[in-house]
């Protein structure tokens, strides 16, 4: 490594605490859940399981439906670390806290990262409680969290960014949505910095730029993946159709109770997925 940047020293001590906690371990796939996602870490064996509170340098989100709970499943011998929560931009800490999983998992040597989140639905033939798998974004966040010194060998000054969603990822989900009998879409994610939602007007105008849904967090953390080149994936639960598509009011605890709702049937294509990913 060289040039190193403050991240990149908490990233050490974080994987150091871990090895400490937890001895040797070599994950090939990171998994960061969105709100109401960690249920996820249910799925599997968990071989280690830890509260963010226990590595050092790691934080726990302050929002709720986050666990703050890092574990390790077996899928098929394969090892996985499962992040159970996420920081957020408009936590007001920088990019260091959002970035930090994904630093982690470069340095365990991870090949696959796959993202979750909850979002508001732009496309009008989206529909509440349906998944979106990404194949491409819009980073309108206030800034980039590639800013910086450049912190490690593997990651170019000027990424390419053609390709951010790994089409082999998104074939293997789209057939995991066959088998589990889940319909999954595919589009655009904008991601703003929050954290209130959108006007009516922001709305119309993301679905001009070619948005398909809107959401607070996921684009950092594949920008940060893809720069140190690996696979990337994600994957939106529509929790809510976006602001002024429906007559509601938005509201964090609808996103919350519409994940908890459609999460039964999305945990039975997420098995099969990261078991087609392992297999
Ligand atoms: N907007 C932004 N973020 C979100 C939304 C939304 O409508 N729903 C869930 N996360």
Redesign the pocket.
């Known amino acids: 490594m060289s040039n190193k940047g403050q991240n990149d020293v908490n990233a050490l001590t974080a994987h150091k605490s871990i090895i400490d906690l937890w001895g040797e371990i070599s994950p090939t796939t990171a998994l960061i859940c969105g709100?109401g996602w960690s249920d996820l870490g249910n799925l599997f064996t968990s071989l280690k399981s830890t509260n963010y509170r226990e590595i050092n340098g790691m934080t726990s989100t302050t929002v709720e439906g986050h666990n703050g709970v890092l574990t390790l499943c077996d899928v098929n011998q394969k090892q996985i670390l499962i992040f159970q929560g996420r920081r957020h931009w408009y936590e007001g800490e920088g990019w260091g806290p959002i970035k930090l999983p994904v630093e982690l998992a470069h340095l365990f040597g991870i090949k696959n990262l796959i993202l979750t989140?909850?979002?508001?639905g732009i496309n009008k033939d989206f529909k509440v409680g349906e998944l979106m798998i990404l194949n491409d974004h819009l980073n309108l966040m206030d800034g980039n969290p590639l800013i910086g010194p450049v912190s490690d060998d593997k990651m170019p000054r000027f990424p390419d960014q053609s390709c951010v969603y790994n089409t082999e990822l998104r074939t293997i989900a789209m057939k995991a949505g066959e088998m589990s009998d889940l319909n999954l879409n595919e589009g655009v994610y904008a991601a703003?910095n929050?954290p209130a939602?959108?006007t009516p007007a922001e709305i119309n105008a993301l679905r001009i730029l070619g948005a398909d849904a809107?959401?607070?967090s996921t684009v950092p953390e594949a920008m940060i993946g893809n720069g140190f080149g690996m696979k990337v994936h994600a994957i939106s639960f529509i929790?809510?159709m976006?602001?002024g598509m429906t007559p509601n009011k938005?509201s964090h605890k609808d996103?919350e109770n519409a994940s908890k709702l459609a999460m039964p049937k999305i945990i039975k294509f997420f098995q099969c997925f990261l078991e087609l990913i392992h297999k």
């Open positions: 709100s989140n909850a979002a508001g703003l929050g939602f959108e809107v959401g607070m929790s809510n976006a602001a938005l996103v």
